[in-house]
């Protein structure tokens, strides 16, 4: 399985970036598929996770409405849409793919994904 995270990259507070993560021997329709990210000096933090079977999306209150999990079962691609983003947001992104679908709400707090794709790094700017 591998997961290829893409999208990353500079933007100033306030701004939007979507990370893609086309995954390859592994159906995102069927699985949990999510996003935790890494700060430096930080600990891992899960931050959105979602299944495209049971429709369950689940966020981190850090990342609640302002972030966007979704999924194109066609393109087999997860996309976090991140908007009015804050400093605080500057890390490594991962997306991370479970073969359960109904593990999101574990995961999003303990990131115990089967599966994990390399970083993709957004830094935001103040």
């Known amino acids: 399985v591998q997961l290829q995270a893409s999208g990353g990259g500079l933007v100033q507070a306030g701004g939007s970036l979507r990370l893609s993560c086309e995954a390859y021997?592994?159906?995102?329709?069927?699985?949990?598929v999510g996003w935790f990210r890494q700060a430096p000096g930080k600990e891992r933090e899960g931050i959105s996770c979602?299944?495209?079977?049971?429709?369950?999306?689940y966020y981190a209150d850090s990342v609640k409405d302002r972030f966007t999990i979704s999924g194109d079962n066609a393109k087999n691609t997860v996309y976090l849409q991140m908007d009015n983003l804050k400093p605080e947001d500057t890390a490594v992104y991962y997306c991370?793919?479970?073969?359960?679908?109904?593990?999101?709400?574990?995961?999003?707090?303990?990131?115990?994904?089967?599966?994990r794709g390399q970083g993709t790094l957004v830094t935001v700017s103040s």
């Open positions: 991370a793919a479970a073969n359960s679908p109904f593990l999101c709400p574990i995961l999003v707090k303990n990131n115990d994904y089967d599966y």
């Open positions: 021997e592994f159906t995102v329709e069927y699985g949990a």
């Open positions: 979602f299944s495209i079977k049971f429709g369950g999306t």
